[in-house]
């Protein structure tokens, strides 16, 4: 068995408002394997960005633990540049800036981890010809459509080669045709760099899609309520989506998380 690259113990967290203290995340136990495709599936509100935020540092957590290569990051105050580096996080709004070209927003990592080199520009070119971007290159985000700012988000976060990409519902907001196609895309980037990915999404289809292994969560408190292993071959195709077996990992997936919010009604 590989090794683990991100490991979660009994992590927690609890927002306090001004109303209420909110339990995001209670508990949380996640493992995952250098160069897995893991999912998290679950009803909005279940906790699913509470938990890839603070693998990546964005917020804290109130108790637990966090590992990166075995490595406990949740006893630093700030984790070190070196562990930060190693993953990169694709949001659900690409958020461009709008005054930079495509280009400059794809190397705006390099800006703030101050890289420099002639080598690196020429990744930029390999990344933006991969998810066929070159000829948008030099356009403003005001001049592309959804489905292009989105790649761009995609490799935005790959130009400082993270070994771990943590993906928050990253075409959520796309049309099903192009999250179809984008979703072929990740998993060839994925092949071909073999990063670790998170995923998040609360579409079942593309969860079975793309992942080895899903964890769905539940809520009220947010927390993981099933693991489920996938036994569907590699290369995925969308020729998939028609099969048996995918169909009833599909079903089986929304009886869980179905489960889930008929214990939240109660
Ligand atoms: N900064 C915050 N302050 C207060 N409550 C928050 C904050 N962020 C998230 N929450 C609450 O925590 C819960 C989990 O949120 P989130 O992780 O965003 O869920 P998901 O991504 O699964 O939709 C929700 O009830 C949400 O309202
Ligand atoms: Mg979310």
Redesign the pocket.
């Known amino acids: 068995m590989k090794a683990s690259k991100i490991r979660t113990e009994n992590l927690n967290?609890v927002?306090?408002?001004r109303h209420q203290d909110?339990y995001?995340?209670k508990d949380a136990n996640i493992d995952i394997r250098v160069g897995e495709f893991v999912s998290?599936i679950?009803?909005?509100?279940?906790?699913?960005?509470?938990?890839i935020?603070m693998i990546d540092d964005i917020?804290k957590p109130t108790s637990g633990s966090i590992y990166i290569d075995g490595k406990e990051i949740t006893s630093y105050k700030r984790i070190p540049k070196e562990i930060n580096q190693k993953m990169g996080f694709i949001f659900q709004l690409p958020n461009l800036f709008p005054w930079l070209t495509v280009r400059e927003n794809v190397g705006i990592a390099c800006r703030i981890y101050k890289i420099r080199d002639e080598r690196t520009q020429r990744y930029i070119d390999e990344l933006l010809e991969m998810a066929g971007l070159t000829e948008y290159q030099n356009a403003y985000p005001a001049e592309i459509s959804g489905g292009v700012m989105q790649r761009i988000g995609v490799i935005r976060a790959m130009v400082h080669k993270p070994e771990i990409l943590l993906m928050?519902?990253p075409f959520g907001a796309l049309d099903a045709m192009t999250r179809e196609k984008l979703d072929m895309e990740i998993l060839d980037i994925w092949k071909k760099l073999g990063t670790t990915v998170i995923f998040?999404t609360?579409n079942v289809e593309e969860a079975v899609l793309l992942s080895d292994r899903v964890y769905v969560?539940g809520?009220n408190p947010?927390r993981i309520t099933r693991e489920i292993t996938l036994d569907l071959e590699r290369p995925r195709s969308l020729d998939l989506l028609t099969e048996r077996k995918f169909q009833d990992y599909c079903a089986e997936l929304t009886e869980c998380i179905g489960h889930v919010d008929l214990r939240k009604v109660k």
Request: glycine share 14%.
């Open positions: 967290k927002f306090h408002t909110i995001a995340v998290l679950g009803p909005s509100g279940c906790g699913k960005s509470t938990i935020r917020i928050d519902e998040i609360h969560m809520t947010g």
